[in-house]
């Protein structure tokens, strides 16, 4: 039995119009109790326009949609109430839907209702979540493809191939004499672990494009002071948002913005510079860039073109092992220049070189941009721990007994069931439905 819950469905702010959704197995009667018309004796989905009662009183003049089970977004009745954008109206009609046997919605109730109903795979649901979260075009788009079930498609291979292969092995180890089924012998599953080796290497590394697209990257802007970091941030924006001085150690906290490159969420930070000192307030500062710098995804270190010294030869260090761009800046300030650098000149605020290679770094085709991926965190993570057990059966496949073969098969098979939902740890699940909003 899915109790009748109920939640404002608009953001909880002044407006026109505010939507209240309620849905359970017992929500009609939940509205009889509350609607002037009757709501329980429909039979197809329906529009009505009637009054919201608390009692005698009348609290707003509202229409009403009825959608029977499972044609509705839950897969259960529900009911979509229309009513006027004063807070007061919408807190009262939640008031007194709950007054009359509804319970508050929690986050994404709504959406975890529609996925045990079967009306959405997981992937579907964690869409519906992105959708709402989207910043650009393309991450709405990225988002919609998952929504209507394109990334969930990429998946289904993976599943026939392993569901079969397991199901293979287990009845050639149960049943040895049946000699008509399909033998799972090494030759057949090094054959299938090629192939989803290959497959799954590529959903990857499509996954990760799409997730740059969807989520946006952090950029850090390192090196040491006054080679014109926070000039750089600040030509990038378009706007004076870091202070620049020529005194060293200028930026002491870190100083963000946001700028979007080809549909993409650019969040740069500009850090500190990062030197030997003994001031206090530095020294934190110089520990929040090199922390800013570790959790970034891609650093900006920049020189100045016309020296490099000891402590630039440190910062390089630091950026050796994560994905980096080397601007030199202060072009104006050189006569000779070096091939293959990259030199750009912060004061005069031209700054394309720099964007154009942040898009270059990303190594984006514009079939990241119209494809469906598995894009999400917890999709791409299950598909690597996937592709570690391919590997590792591969590697060991000849010296292994069947059955524990089979149980590595089996993992395989159960990882690419929680991806869809369809074998899916409720705590995972309630998990992921939190970071839903409440009328979602
Ligand atoms: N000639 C020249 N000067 C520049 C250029 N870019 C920045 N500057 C100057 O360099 C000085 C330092 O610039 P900032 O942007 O504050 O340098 P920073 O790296 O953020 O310095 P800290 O915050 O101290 O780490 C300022 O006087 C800027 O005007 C440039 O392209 N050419
Ligand atoms: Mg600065």
Redesign the pocket.
């Known amino acids: 039995m899915f109790k009748t819950i109920v939640a404002l469905a608009t953001p909880p702010l002044k407006s026109a119009l505010a939507i209240i959704r309620l849905s359970g197995d017992d929500c009609f009667f939940v509205a009889d109790k509350f609607f002037s018309k009757k709501v329980s004796t429909i039979d197809h989905n329906k529009i009505m326009h009637g009054y919201i009662m608390d009692g005698d009183e009348i609290v707003d003049d509202v229409v009403l949609l009825a959608y029977i089970g499972p044609h509705s977004y839950t897969g259960e009745d529900s009911v979509e109430i229309m009513c006027h954008g004063s807070v007061l109206i919408f807190n009262r009609i939640i008031q007194t839907a709950i007054k009359c046997g509804a319970t508050l919605a929690t986050h994404g109730e709504y959406t975890s209702r529609a996925y045990l109903h079967g009306k959405m795979d997981l992937i579907q649901a964690e869409s519906v979540n992105d959708l709402i979260n989207a910043e650009s075009e393309e991450s709405k788009k990225l988002s919609m493809m998952s929504l209507k079930g394109k990334t969930s498609e990429l998946i289904k291979p993976i599943k026939e191939d392993f569901g079969a292969l397991y199901s293979n092995i287990e009845v050639n180890i149960d049943y040895p004499e049946y000699q008509d089924i399909e033998q799972a012998n090494v030759s057949k599953i090094i054959e299938i672990c090629k192939k989803n080796k290959d497959y799954i290497g590529n959903l990857i590394k499509n996954g990760i494009k799409g997730k740059i697209i969807k989520d946006g990257i952090n950029v850090a802007?390192v090196?040491?002071?006054?080679?014109?970091?926070?000039?750089?941030?600040?030509?990038l924006l378009n706007e004076d948002k870091?202070?620049?001085?020529?005194?060293?150690?200028?930026?002491?906290d870190i100083v963000e913005g946001k700028i979007i490159l080809n549909g993409i969420s650019i969040n740069l930070f500009?850090?500190?510079?990062?030197r030997d000192s003994e001031d206090k307030i530095e020294s934190i500062g110089i520990d929040k860039s090199k922390q800013e710098l570790r959790k970034a995804d891609l650093v900006i270190a920049?020189f100045?073109?016309d020296s490099f010294d000891e402590e630039d030869k440190k910062i390089m260090n630091l950026i050796s092992n994560k994905l980096n761009i080397i601007v030199y800046?202060?072009?104006?300030?050189v006569t000779k220049k070096e091939p293959n650098k990259l030199y750009?000149?912060?004061?005069?605020k031209n700054v394309d070189v720099l964007k154009n290679k942040i898009i270059e770094k990303l190594e984006l085709n514009q079939s990241n941009y119209d494809n469906p991926s598995i894009n999400n965190v917890r999709e791409l993570g299950l598909l690597q721990s996937i592709l570690v057990k391919i590997n590792h059966i591969l590697d060991t496949i000849e010296n292994t007994p069947i059955d524990l073969v089979s149980c590595d098969v089996k993992s395989i098979y159960l990882d690419v069931l929680s991806i869809t939902g369809e074998d899916c740890d409720f705590d995972v699940a309630k998990e992921i439905f939190s970071r839903f909003c409440v009328g979602k």
């Open positions: 802007i090196g040491k002071p006054n080679v014109g970091k926070s000039s750089i941030l600040n030509a870091a202070i620049v001085t020529d005194i060293k150690g200028t930026t002491r500009d850090t500190a510079g990062i920049v100045s073109a800046n202060k072009e104006d300030l750009l000149s912060a004061i005069t």
